[in-house]
């Protein structure tokens, strides 16, 4: 009871100080690598603790051996992942070296209690360089509220440390056929996003909002 009630006031109180921040939101479209490796991830961002939050919409097929992201933390702290989409999907942040450090994948000891701290926001991850893996989680077909087994799932993923004050959208749409490796360099990305125009809200939506108004409108 002790540990809920002080989650609680700590949820609080962030909602509280994030309420009063002028959000500033950037957004780009990059095509997807083919390749499901570490060395060709999507560079979705650097989380800066207190100052941006990085989004990530997209899908992944059926038969896709999966969905690779890069995302570059940039001082050590308490990070939270958000997760909403289809059912079925596996989601995995592992290091630089291609250790996993949390799993979506119920029974798997540390690394799943990782990633329950994680959706939390209680699970510090050290500065470096992560990847976020979205597999298709092996479990059978998945089926629409219609009965029809679902050839592609949809699914939004939001990284945070503590409030921020700059929210990253990266729409990453599947690879036109015949692609190699399309990724931009993290140079042309940096300046991509300095070229793409801000908006400028009064508050910023809450992770769950974000995420729910982006798949399901």
Not at 45 to 51: A, E, R
Not at 75 to 84: D, N, R
């Amino acid at each position: 009871m002790a540990e809920f009630a002080e989650a609680t006031a700590k949820a609080n109180k962030k909602s509280e100080a994030q309420s009063k921040i002028q959000v500033q939101t950037f957004e780009k479209q990059v095509r997807k690598s083919p390749y499901s490796t570490n060395g060709a991830a999507t560079d979705i961002g650097t989380l800066v603790k207190d100052s941006t939050r990085l989004n990530v919409y997209s899908n992944i097929k059926k038969d896709d051996k999966g969905d690779v992201f890069k995302v570059r933390v940039q001082t050590a702290g308490e990070a939270q992942i958000g997760v909403l989409g289809d059912p079925g999907l596996r989601v995995q942040v592992m290091s630089r070296y291609g250790a996993v450090v949390a799993d979506s994948k119920e029974g798997l000891g540390s690394t799943t209690e990782n990633y329950k701290a994680l959706q939390k926001g209680e699970y510090k991850l050290p500065a470096g360089d992560y990847y976020i893996k979205v597999t298709n989680d092996g479990n059978g077909p998945v089926k629409d509220s219609k009965g029809n087994v679902l050839t592609s799932k949809n699914y939004a993923i939001q990284m945070s440390m503590g409030v921020y004050r700059k929210d990253y959208d990266t729409v990453a749409q599947q690879p036109r056929a015949g692609d190699g490796v399309p990724q931009q360099s993290v140079g042309q990305l940096e300046l991509q996003n300095m070229l793409t125009a801000a908006q400028n809200f009064d508050t910023g939506l809450s992770g769950t909002a974000k995420l729910n108004n982006a798949l399901f409108g």
